[in-house]
């Protein structure tokens, strides 16, 4: 695999809670799903890599840059785009004033290339009709594509996307697919998320972390597959371990085999659940 991202022993603490405990990875080109509750340190290690954080101790490099180095952190910065958990918005711009403003901090500085970038991320998200829209008449999900098209300007060699997905309907969530699988061919894209379809759909590699560590490294399919033999589903109540009521009014059961169950095949949900090793009862009736 060729690394275009890097980290080594990275830790970072906020008071008593230590989000990221010597961390260590390698990524590659591709889409690379972080999954984990929340907690976990997923963002906490995004904003380290899009060096808007600094970690306490450990080595970053990104596409061969140390970022601890000043003069090559700003390089990395002008060939990464990043969309953080919670953006802002300059509420009475116009979402193409937003970009264009944006664009000049990445400094685009030729006007024609600039705007004729603005209007290509605007598209790709979707948003070409409201771009003289001010950013307050915007729903939730188009502020959140507006966020999208800024980490695009540019066309950077590496996506930091935190939730990208929050507050996209169905439709919007395919076209993102779309978008960001056509982007991982020639780039590495991070994305951090609750949504295990979406890396399921999405990610030719998946990383659980669990309390700043990970718990597991590998492929949609081999997450699924750890859940293999351990998942049930019986038309009697289970009286312990991890179960919920579905739609057919089956009971499905994660770990030991409740009596009477029978074996269900598992979904990367399950495998992802088993990776955290929960073992509390939860029900959905």
Known sequence: MTTTVSVHELTKTFGRVKPLDGLSLDFGPGVTGLLGPNGAGKTTLLRCLATTLAPDRGDIRVLGLDIADREQRTEARRRLGYLPQEPGFFT???????????????EMTDRRHRHGEVRRVLAEVDLADRATTRIRKLSGGMRQRLALAQALLGEPELLVLDEPTVGLDPEQRMRFRALISRLGESRTVLL???QTEDVAALCERVITMKD??????????????????LVWQSAERPHAGLFWRTSEGMYRTLGQRPAGAEPADPTIEDGYLLALDTSSTATAA
């Open 192 to 194: 951090s998320t609750h």
């Open 212 to 229: 700043g560590q990970v718990v597991f490294d590998g492929t949609p399919a081999g997450l699924t597959a750890g859940a293999a033999g």
């Open 92 to 106: 009475r711009f116009t979402a193409f004033e937003l970009l264009d403003y944006i664009a000049i901090l990445k």
